[in-house]
Antibody, heavy 123, light 107 residues
Framework: QVQLQESGPGLVKPSETLSLTCNVSGGSVSSTSYYWGWIRQPPGKGLEWIGILSYSESAYYNPSLKSRLTISVDTSKNQFSLKLSSVTAADTAVYYC???????????????WGQGTLVTVSS | DIQMTQSPSSVSASVGDRVTITCRASQPISSWLVWYQQKPGKAPNLLIYATSSLQSGVPSRFSGSASGTDFTLTISSLQPEDFATYYCQQANSFPLTFGGGTKVEIK
């Protein structure tokens, strides 16, 4: 079964770039049946969709983050990545990677999710 | 963006109770509504997709339904392991959006 695991620094300074990687095991990021996405959750708050992409299709980003965001796929390592630039304290959150399942020409659910990684933005 | 308004924000219930959680979309989303369960310190777990399709392995006491842009998650008989926070998510169009969550607490 597919498993996802996030990795990256737990502490990022304000104005710097947050970089996370999601390693995929038990499945291939090259599959055209799936998208690969990021979702975040500030401490004690709800879920916010960040963005998503597939190996063969365009990336889709949350408009509120689009100007600072890059999501990419590395098929040689079977992983995908998130880069969020110019971070502030408001970007402090648990970041989850997840597989997006396509149904009827859309990404219709996320399953499974990684365990999540807390990223704190602080000097 | 499609706004998802979830209610109530919290509910206190006892084991064996029937619990209903509602999610209202700000515009039509067809049947593309997803429900997740999240326990403290854990990632969300998929419960129901496409309004009423039960994810494999999820107990049948969970069910989903819809009326127009109002969607409902029902737990027919609350079990101890069901105390958690539940989120809805619209999967009709980008940007994907989540409801604010409903915390199901022990009464």
């Amino acid at each position: 079964q597919v498993q996802l695991q996030e990795s990256g620094p737990g502490l990022v300074k304000p104005s710097e770039t947050l970089s996370l990687t999601c390693n995929v095991s038990g499945g291939s990021v090259s599959s055209t049946s799936y998208y690969w996405g990021w979702i975040r959750q500030p401490p004690g708050k709800g879920l916010e969709w960040i963005g998503i992409l597939s190996y063969s299709e365009s990336a889709y980003y949350n408009p509120s983050l689009k100007s600072r965001l890059t999501i990419s796929v590395d098929t040689s390592k079977n992983q995908f990545s998130l880069k969020l630039s110019s971070v502030t304290a408001a970007d402090t959150a648990v970041y989850y990677c997840a597989r997006g399942i396509v149904m009827d020409r859309g990404v219709r659910r996320f399953d499974p999710w990684g365990q999540g990684t807390l990223v704190t933005v602080s000097s | 963006d499609i706004q998802m308004t979830q209610s109530p924000s919290s509910v206190s219930a006892s084991v064996g109770d029937r619990v209903t959680i509602t999610c209202r979309a700000s515009q039509p989303i067809s049947s593309w509504l997803v429900w997740y369960q999240q326990k403290p310190g854990k990632a969300p777990n998929l419960l129901i997709y496409a309004t009423s399709s039960l994810q494999s392995g999820v107990p049948s006491r969970f069910s989903g339904s819809a009326s127009g842009t109002d969607f409902t998650l029902t737990i027919s008989s609350l079990q101890p392991e069901d105390f958690a926070t539940y989120y809805c998510q619209q999967a009709n169009s980008f940007p994907l959006t989540f409801g604010g969550g409903t915390k199901v607490e022990i009464k």
